[in-house]
């Protein structure tokens, strides 16, 4: 499918991003909430200039310390995800993409408000199915991006959990317990985009990475209000923008 849309200065933008190509810079922040994109904008960016209100998926590029960062929302779901991404690399030149987003754990010593860096992520979507029929493609991390990650956090002082996550395509699973083959495997938390998103870096040779914060805990219960999500994980976005 190739749709374009012009915008009323004569330049081209995407289907699903209204923004000109200058708009937004290389390195990309992405929660899957908006109103997360909108409280980095307004509590740690610099001169924050909201590109992009199609769908109430927020956009902004500002400065962080001195270096220009765009956040864009994803939306929940490898489908939702796949889009945004896609039209970031391909129709906007992004090469860095930073998933922020939240996750449940499954495993007992990865706490409520943890950090996750996802090394790789396994996943019950189908979706790599239509590219790699009959075959099975292991999505992973940049490892440049990984390491620094993980060298940041030492630095600043914040304990992360390094390892696999499973992508999955339902929210609401039948039969409910079905987490735990991926917990006995190892398996460090669950999340919905992670995989998509390490798809679409090898396909188009850019450097991706998930950092996560558990919201819930599958096997202790735990739960973070709505709220707590959109405004209390800022250890996980301090993180991120550092690596900016």
Partial sequence: ???????????????????????????????????????????????????????GMFGYTGTYKGK?????????????????????INDYGVKKIIRIGSCGSLQKEVNIRDIVLAQASSSDTNINGRIFPSMTFCP?????????????????????????????????????????????????????????????AARYNIEALSILTVSDHLITNEACTSEEREKTFNKMLELALELV
């Fill in 140 to 200: 992973i991390a940049s490892f440049n991006l990984l390491l620094k990650a993980y060298n940041k956090a030492v630095e600043m002082g914040i304990k992360v959990n390094v390892g696999n996550v499973f992508t999955t395509d339902l929210f609401y699973d039948e039969p409910s317990d079905s987490w735990k083959v991926w917990s006995r495997y190892g398996v460090l938390a669950v999340e919905m985009e992670t995989a998509g998103l390490y798809t679409l």
């Fill in 68 to 88: 220009k960062v765009s956040i864009q929302g994803s939306g929940m779901g490898i489908p939702s995800m796949s889009i945004y991404a896609h039209e970031l």
């Fill in 1 to 55: 499918m190739s749709v374009e849309f012009i915008l009323k200065g004569g330049e081209k933008m995407s289907i699903h991003i209204a923004a000109k190509k200058s708009d937004i810079v290389e390195t990309v922040l992405m929660p899957g909430d908006p109103m997360r994109a909108q409280y980095i904008a307004n509590n740690y960016l610099q001169n924050a200039v909201c590109y992009n209100q199609v769908r």
